[in-house]
């Protein structure tokens, strides 16, 4: 009879330091959201999922953190229906309680998530991608969930399209032009500005499951930059979105203020509720990018939009 092979995880490890965030990262489950009206969204995603380590334990114990993935998972794709935060939070619980010397335990998930819809003035049926984020943490007092997304769109840079502006005003004098038709044509005509690839991130994070739509969050996301981009687009929906980007131009700044703003205009969420927004723009015309970001609670920047 062979001797029972030795749990090195659960030994002393030579240092005793505890790790906060031990686990797996890369793991690609296909997950099946049920609609009660639709067909059911399928779904490639990835998943980390992660628990905490007490500086007396060795290492955690790996295969179970990927059988408790599989696990859940898989009973998941089986349900009727449910929310993809649902499914993450699910799965931190069990971690927590399967795994006795840890006090946390975090799963996230990322997914392309592809919406329907039609272009804005050839009116063709397309397609567009965003990118779903769904997290949850466990611990003793109880599960926070997040959902969420990041979109890709277009921003044009209000300091370029300024000088552009001035330019233009200064070619009209000098041709004689009326400076009342001047300010008329500069306010009907935007004038040219550097324009960058703008991503924006946009989630909610509640104690339990957000009461949120994703979609919500997606349009949000999507219109909070200069202007939405499309996969498919004829030459009027191309004149469409530079129109539309350049007279609505905006720093990365106010692409986060505009995430804010609109998220308190249509979102009905607590006020515990917690928020991070995020832009990132790919600069044309330099070598580096720009970044903004803003973390707070909901009914924080409720008050901050009403002057309190």
């Not at 649902?86 to 399967?98: F, I, M, N, Q, T």
């Not at 957000?210 to 949000?220: A, F, G, K, N």
């Not at 996301?221 to 030459?235: G, L």
């Not at 995020?278 to 803003?294: G, L, M, P, T, V």
Request: hydrophobic share 35%; with cysteine; proline share 4%.
């Amino acid at each position: 009879m062979s001797e029972q092979l030795p749990d090195v995880q659960a030994s002393r490890p030579d240092v005793s330091v505890g790790l906060n965030r031990v686990g797996v990262t890369g793991v690609e489950k296909l997950v099946k959201i049920e609609r009660r009206d639709d067909r059911p969204i399928v779904l490639m995603a990835e998943f980390e999922a992660y628990v905490d380590l007490p500086k007396w334990r060795k290492g955690i114990d790996m295969s179970r953190n990927m059988e408790v993935v599989d696990e859940i998972l898989e009973e998941a794709v089986s349900e009727p229906a449910y929310r993809v935060e649902d499914v993450c939070g699910d799965v931190a619980e069990r971690l927590l309680d399967k795994h006795d010397y840890t006090s946390r335990a975090e799963v996230r998930m990322e997914a392309e998530y592809v919406i329907r819809e039609r272009t804005p003035a050839s009116d063709r049926q397309t397609q567009a991608t965003a990118d779903i984020i769904a997290a949850a943490t466990a611990d003793e007092d109880g599960t926070r969930e997040e959902i969420g997304c990041h979109v890709v769109g277009m921003t044009v840079c209000p300091c370029s399209q300024g000088m552009s502006e001035a330019r233009a005003r200064e070619t009209l004098r000098q041709l004689d032009v009326e400076e009342g038709v001047i300010e008329e044509f500069l306010d009907e005509v935007p004038q040219p500005g550097h324009s960058q690839r703008g991503h924006a991130t946009l989630t909610v994070e509640t104690a339990g499951a957000p009461d949120v739509e994703l979609h919500d969050l997606i349009d949000i996301a999507r219109d909070s930059m200069s202007a939405r981009i499309y996969n498919y687009a004829k030459r009027p929906d191309e004149d469409y979105m530079t129109y539309q980007s350049h007279a609505d131009a905006k720093f990365v700044e106010d692409c986060v203020r505009a995430l804010a703003e609109q998220s308190v205009e249509r979102l009905d969420l607590p006020d515990e509720a917690v928020l991070t927004m995020k832009q990132s723009n790919d600069e044309s015309i330099h070598q580096h990018n720009a970044h903004a970001e803003r973390v707070a609670e909901f009914g924080r920047l409720r008050e901050e939009l009403n002057g309190s």
